[in-house]
DNA sequence: CGGCCGATTATCT
DNA sequence: GATAATCGGCCGG
């Protein structure tokens, strides 16, 4: 499949959120295949949106987003998770969209041994700390170029996803941010029928 | 199966 | 020094 390109992301992050889902997140670990289906995904978009991290204003974390699309932004929180974001929308605008989920299609067994704790269980790649630990992801990958094969993490295109087999609700995990951000249903879920076969 | 709660540290005030 | 875009283990039903 071919990779995503840089104009792809140049859009805002609620576009970019709904047509990341079905696409192919690839990374390549030890000269493998590692990749899911993008199930779940979340908008953040720029310093008004104050469920955005760029609400706080341009810091070393929040940087990334500021500058071109189609790099990852990957941050830590509640003092062990790593999630990983794709940055949308043009340079000096702040926006991203966290990847909340996948399903696995690609080295299966690469991500099981990634999560041994979890290995068999229902839904162990559905959420977005899960996901990155599957894909072995963390800090080190910030920054990484997703449009680029030089890069061990880029997304594919895939399979096109019908309005009608994807749900909308408010984003996860804003309880303390301020209506109407954090109920605006910018988060995106794909019914698991629409990945059959 | 569903809900509660402890873990653990980068980042910003 | 407080907070956080969460997870997983443990509890009870």
Request: charged share 25%; glycine share 10%; net charge positive.
């Given at each position: 499949m071919p990779i995503l390109k840089r104009d792809f992301y140049d859009r805002p992050a609620l576009?970019?959120?709904?047509?990341?889902?079905?696409?192919?997140?690839?990374?390549?670990?030890?000269?493998?295949?590692?990749a899911g289906l993008i199930t779940e995904t979340e908008a953040y978009q720029g310093e008004e949106d104050l469920g955005?991290?760029?609400?706080?204003?341009?810091?070393?974390?929040?940087?990334?987003?500021y500058?071109?699309?189609g790099y990852a932004y990957i941050y830590f929180t509640y003092g062990m998770h790593w999630l990983l974001n794709a940055v949308t929308d043009s340079e000096g605008t702040p926006a991203a969209v966290l990847i909340r989920a996948i399903q696995p299609?690609?080295?299966e067994e690469e991500?099981?041994?990634?999560?041994?704790?979890n290995a068999g269980r229902r839904g162990w790649t559905d959420g977005p700390a899960k996901l990155t630990q599957a894909l072995k992801i963390d800090g080190g990958l910030n920054y990484a170029d997703l449009c680029s094969e030089k890069t061990p993490l880029w997304i594919e295109s895939g399979e096109t996803i019908e309005d009608e087999l994807i749900t909308r609700?408010?984003?996860?995990?804003?309880?303390?941010?301020?209506?109407?951000?954090?109920?605006?249903?910018?988060?995106?879920?794909?019914?698991?029928?629409?990945?059959?076969?």
């Open positions: 576009t970019v959120a709904r047509e990341l889902l079905g696409c192919r997140l690839v990374r390549i670990q030890s000269g493998r295949r590692l955005c991290h760029a609400s706080a204003g341009k810091t070393p974390r929040t940087a990334v987003m500058g071109p699309p299609v690609e080295g991500m099981t041994s990634n999560r041994p704790r609700t408010p984003r996860v995990g804003l309880n303390s941010v301020p209506e109407p951000w954090r109920s605006i249903p910018w988060r995106f879920m794909a019914d698991p029928e629409a990945f059959r076969g």
